[in-house]
């Protein structure tokens, strides 16, 4: 195959290309026009059976939207009840083990927290290839062998 056989195939290719891209372009008009044209007769047709179909689709949208507001409602109401009860557990924890036990509980956890992050920290900052290596912790001495 020599050059301009070559030449003249990619052209083929690039016109092909052109031309479905075009005719695409052509057809996505087309179909918008028509859809457009569909729309304008549908809102004009006022017959019996239109009528009838635009109102069960009113009453389903109506009723979508009605079961929407309503879970809307009800999910509100669980989530104020869950809030009530959880105050009411708290209070009764706290008069149990009292306000002080609290206060200490709450500065363990956020102490663990604190740790936690730390030592996290730490890990992700090692060098990939390994187990992650303790924090420059004094080591202890060998214990003695005895009889040496």
């Known amino acids: 195959m020599d050059n301009k056989q ?3 195939l990619v052209n083929a290719g690039i016109g092909l290309y052109k031309a479905g891209e075009e005719n695409l372009q052509g057809f996505l008009s087309t179909l918008q026009k ?3 044209d569909l729309k304008s ?4 047709d006022s ?3 239109a ?4 109102n069960s689709l009113d009453q389903t949208l109506k009723g979508v939207k009605d079961v929407s507001e309503k879970a809307e409602g009800n999910l509100k109401a669980i989530i104020e009840e869950a809030q009530k009860n959880y105050s009411q557990v708290f209070e009764q924890i706290k008069s149990f083990v009292g ?5 200490d509980l709450n500065t363990k956890m956020d102490e663990l927290s604190k740790l936690i992050q730390e030592k996290a920290g730490n890990i ?3 060098p990939s290839g390994g187990q992650a290596k303790p924090a420059s912790a004094p080591r202890k001495p060998a214990a003695p062998t005895p009889g040496v």
């Open 6 to 8: 070559l030449q003249d």
């Open 34 to 36: 028509s859809f457009e």
């Open 41 to 44: 007769k549908g809102a004009q």
């Open 47 to 49: 017959s019996e059976t």
């Open 51 to 54: 009528v009838k179909l635009r």
């Open 99 to 103: 306000e002080e036990r609290i206060a």
């Open 124 to 126: 992700a900052g090692q």
